[in-house]
C-alpha cells in the first residue's frame, strides 16, 4: 500500500471523527447547555480573582491600587522564608493536619463498615442522623459548646478531673492541649458526614459477591475484610489524594473561633496567619504570598499523592 493511499485513508478517518463528535455534541446540546451556569460560576469566582495574585509581587497599598503599587519582584516571598513567625506557623499548620488526617481519616471508614453490618433499618437511620448532625453546626456554635464543656471553672470535663482528684485544665489557654482540642472537635463535627461517600462506594458493591460468600462460609467480619473493604479502596485512594491537597488548610474557620493570643504558639495556622496580617495589619503583599505559597504547595502534593499512588497501588485520579 503506498504512502499516498495510507495518507487519503488516515485524512477520511479523522474527518469521520470529527463528524461523529460534532454529532455527538449536537445530540446533547442541552446537556452542554446546562453546563454554562457553573461555568460561568468557575470564570467569576474562581479564575477571574486570580488577577489578584500579581498583588504577592507588589508593595500594595490599597489607594494607589494595581497600576499604582510598586513592583518588588520575590521580596515578599524572600521575607516569607526568613520570618521565624511564619516557620512556626508553617511547622503548627503541618502538626495540625498531620493529626488529622492519621487520627481522622480512618474513623469515617471505620464508621461506614460498622454502619454496613446493621441490618435494624431504623437504628440503622437514627444512628446516621445522630452523627450526621454535628455538620450541621457552625463552627461558632460548636466552639461555645466546647468552650463550656472544657471550661476549668464549672465545664463537664474539668469536673470529672477534680471528682478524681485532679487539678483543672485550661484546655482553650494550654499550648500543650490545644492541638488536642483542634483534633477532636473536628472528629466529632465532620467524621459522620465525611463517612456518608463511603457508605455510598458501599452501596455499590455487587450484592452477590456477599451472597457467593456466605454460601462459601465466609462470616461477616471476613465478608467485611474480603469484599467491603477492597471494594471501597478506590474510593479511599481518591478521597486521601484530594485530602493531601488540603494539607496546608488545617481547619482556618475552626482555629479563628476557638484560639486567642495565648496559644498561638502551637494554634497558629497559615490560614488565621494569613486572615491576622492580611486585615488586621493591613499587609496585602505578604498574605498573598503566604496564600500563594500555600495553593502551590497544595497543588504539588495533589500530583505527588497521585503519582505515588499510581505507584503503590496501581490506582489514581488521573
Given amino acids: 500500500m503506498s504512502v499516498r493511499t495510507l495518507e487519503v485513508k488516515q485524512r477520511v478517518r ?4 470529527s463528524k461523529n463528535k460534532w454529532k455527538l455534541f449536537l445530540t446533547n446540546l442541552d446537556l452542554y447547555v446546562l453546563l454554562i451556569p457553573g461555568l460561568l460560576f468557575l470564570l467569576l469566582f474562581k479564575y477571574t480573582p486570580m488577577y489578584g495574585i500579581i498583588i504577592a509581587f507588589m508593595d500594595f497599598n490599597i489607594f494607589d491600587g494595581f497600576t499604582g503599587s510598586k513592583w518588588v519582584g520575590l521580596a515578599q516571598f524572600e521575607k516569607l522564608l526568613q520570618s521565624e513567625e511564619f516557620m512556626q506557623v508553617f511547622i503548627n499548620t503541618l502538626l495540625i493536619s498531620l493529626y488529622k488526617l492519621v487520627l481522622l481519616f480512618p474513623v469515617p471508614i471505620i464508621i461506614a463498615l460498622l454502619l454496613n453490618e446493621v441490618r435494624k433499618s431504623w437504628f440503622k437511620r437514627s444512628i446516621q442522623t445522630i452523627i450526621f448532625l454535628p455538620h450541621f ?6 466552639s461555645g459548646l466546647f468552650i463550656t464543656i472544657l471550661s476549668p471553672s464549672g465545664g463537664l470535663v474539668n469536673n470529672v478531673i477534680a471528682f478524681f482528684g ?7 489557654l494550654d499550648n ?5 482540642v483542634l483534633v477532636f472537635t473536628a472528629g466529632w463535627k465532620e467524621s459522620g458526614w465525611n463517612a456518608i461517600i463511603f457508605i455510598a462506594a458501599i452501596a ?3 450484592q452477590e459477591q456477599y451472597e457467593a460468600a456466605s454460601i462459601d462460609g465466609a462470616g461477616r467480619i471476613r465478608q467485611m475484610m474480603h469484599i467491603t473493604l477492597p471494594g471501597i479502596v478506590p474510593t479511599i485512594i481518591l478521597i486521601l489524594v484530594l485530602r493531601l491537597g488540603y494539607l496546608l488548610e488545617a481547619g482556618t474557620e475552626q482555629i479563628l473561633t476557638m484560639y486567642n493570643s495565648v496559644v498561638y504558639q502551637s494554634g497558629d495556622v497559615i490560614g488565621t496567619y494569613v486572615y491576622r496580617i492580611g486585615l488586621g495589619q493591613q499587609d496585602y503583599s505578604f498574605s498573598t504570598a503566604v ?3 500555600n495553593s502551590v504547595i497544595g497543588f504539588l502534593l495533589i500530583v505527588l499523592g497521585n503519582e505515588l499512588s499510581k505507584k503503590v497501588v496501581k490506582r489514581s485520579i488521573w
Fill in 137 to 142: 453546626l457552625s463552627w461558632v456554635i460548636i
Fill in 291 to 293: 496564600g500563594l505559597f
Fill in 166 to 172: 485532679g487539678k483543672p485544665i485550661s484546655f482553650f
Fill in 14 to 17: 479523522t474527518t469521520k471523527v
Fill in 204 to 206: 455499590g458493591i455487587e
Fill in 176 to 180: 500543650d492541649y490545644f492541638r488536642s
